[in-house]
């Protein structure tokens, strides 16, 4: 199955032990498909999908909310989600 549209986000992990603190950031990618959104550890189906929206944090990227019918996800990206935007509101007004 191919998808519609995708948007690159990270996740951000720190571990702190002993006196020292790691940082990793963890490329992952959220899938807008026919019948349901993929992230990396999620998915919903379009139907629980109520909205998606943005918010720029200023300088580069934001975050993506996606809202469900299990609550609101947030997922941070560097790129203009415009275009996954658009695809989602295409999708859900066809």
Same mark, same amino acid.
């Given at each position: 199955?191919?998808? *519609?549209?995708?948007?690159? #986000? %990270?996740?951000?992990?720190?571990?702190?032990? =002993?006196? &020292?603190? !790691?940082?990793?950031?963890?490329? +992952?990618?959220?899938?807008?498909?026919? &019948?349901?959104?993929? !992230?990396?550890? +999620?998915? @919903?189906?379009?139907? &629980?999908? @109520? $909205? *998606?929206?943005? +918010?720029?944090? =200023?300088?580069? =990227?934001?975050?993506? %909310? /996606?809202? !469900? /019918?299990?609550?609101? #996800?947030? #997922?941070?990206? !560097?790129? $203009?989600?415009?275009? @996954?935007?658009?695809? #989602?509101?295409? /999708?859900?007004? &066809?």
């Amino acid at each position: 199955m191919n998808s *519609i549209a995708a948007l690159s #986000y %990270y996740k951000v992990e720190r571990n702190i032990s =002993g006196l &020292e603190q !790691t940082i990793h950031k963890q490329d +992952r990618w959220i899938y807008l498909y026919q &019948e349901k959104v993929v !992230t990396a550890h +999620r998915e @919903f189906l379009i139907q &629980e999908v @109520f $909205d *998606i929206s943005y +918010r720029s944090m =200023g300088g580069d =990227g934001g975050m993506l %909310y /996606l809202h !469900t /019918l299990q609550g609101v #996800y947030s #997922y941070t990206i !560097t790129e $203009d989600p415009q275009s @996954f935007l658009e695809a #989602y509101k295409a /999708l859900v007004h &066809e």
